[in-house]
Every structure is written in C-alpha cells, then in structure tokens.
C-alpha cells in the first residue's frame, strides 16, 4: 500500500503485515534540483514573452517559491483536526502553473505585477487549505518575510 512513515495521524505498520508488500521509495529532490527545474520552466515562458528585466527575476522568485514550500512542509504537518495539511511537489508546482498564466500587457507597465501574482499563487494554494486564522496570519507574514529576503518587495508595496 502507499502509506508515509509515522507521524502526523499516521500509525506505525506491523512488519508481519508489512511482509506481504514489495517496497518502492525515493527520496526527496534537493532544493537546488528544485530551483534548477523551476527557474528552467518559468525562465524558459519569461524570457520569451518578457524583457530581460522581468525574466531575471525567475531565480528570485524559484528559490523563494521553493523555501515558503520547505517552511510549509516541515512548520504545517497534520493533525487529526488539519488532517488536509499534507504538502507535495505537486502543490509547489501548482505556484508555477499559475505564473505560467502571466500576461504581458499586465507586467509590461510595473514589475510588481509580478510580484502580486507570485504572492496570490502561493496565497491560493497554501493558505486556502488553511483552517483558522492562526496558520493564515503565519503564512501571511511567511510570504512577507520571504518576500522581503529574497525579491526585495513586501506585501505593501
């Protein structure tokens, strides 16, 4: 079966019943294999549709994409009561689909345009799995305090 490791609500598995199962596992990819795929993907689509002001912006906005993803996943782990907050690859990839959908009539005049949409990516598919106001507010100031490090843009500007 496809079961995680304990931890989290998950109980421990016996290993008589874990004889009648064949294991498959990976590891998880380093952040730099992360940001190197991400930056490649978003680079390639900014480079093509944006000056090269805007498209140097996709490493900035890779590696702080990926360390909200890392905070998330390690500071956010489940509960019986947040039993949803089960964070994966594919949700760090869901940030990107989203600024693939960038138009460039609306950056064209400010870069934080940009900016914004990275900001209301991460909002969409982090926060809104969010249960109370308490890990809402966290996560604000995570985007904040990110933001600020790594783009140089905070969540007032």
Same mark, same amino acid.
Request: aromatic share 10%.
């Given at each position: 079966?496809?079961?995680?490791?304990?931890?989290?609500?998950?109980?421990?598995?016996?290993?008589?019943?874990?004889?009648? /199962?064949?294991?498959?596992?990976?590891?998880?990819?380093?952040?730099?294999?992360?940001?190197?795929? /991400?930056?490649?993907?978003?680079?390639?689509?900014?480079?093509?549709k944006f000056d090269a002001d805007v498209a140097k912006l996709s490493l900035p906005i890779?590696?702080?994409? *990926?360390?909200?993803?890392? *905070?998330?996943?390690?500071?956010?782990?489940p509960t019986p009561a947040k039993s949803h907050y089960t964070f994966n690859l594919r949700?760090?990839?869901? *940030? /990107?689909?989203?600024?693939?959908?960038?138009?460039?009539?609306?950056?064209?005049?400010?870069?934080?345009?940009?900016?914004?949409?990275?900001?209301?990516?991460?909002?969409?598919? /982090?926060?809104?799995?969010?249960?109370?106001?308490?890990?809402?507010?966290?996560?604000?100031?995570?985007?904040?305090?990110?933001?600020?490090?790594?783009?140089? *843009?905070?969540?007032?500007?």
């Open positions: 079966g496809c079961m995680g490791p304990p931890g989290g609500g998950r109980n421990p598995v016996s290993n008589r019943m874990l004889r009648h /199962f064949n294991f498959l596992s990976f590891t998880d990819m380093s952040d730099e294999s992360s940001i190197r795929i /991400f930056d490649t993907i978003l680079n390639s689509y900014l480079s093509k890779s590696e702080a994409t *990926v360390q909200i993803y890392n *905070v998330v996943r390690a500071d956010l782990l949700d760090l990839a869901r *940030v /990107f689909q989203g600024l693939l959908r960038l138009d460039p009539r609306a950056v064209a005049e400010d870069k934080n345009e940009l900016y914004g949409l990275w900001m209301h990516e991460n909002l969409r598919v /982090f926060q809104d799995r969010m249960v109370n106001n308490e890990d809402r507010e966290w996560f604000r100031d995570l985007i904040d305090k990110t933001a600020r490090e790594k783009l140089g *843009v905070g969540w007032d500007e």
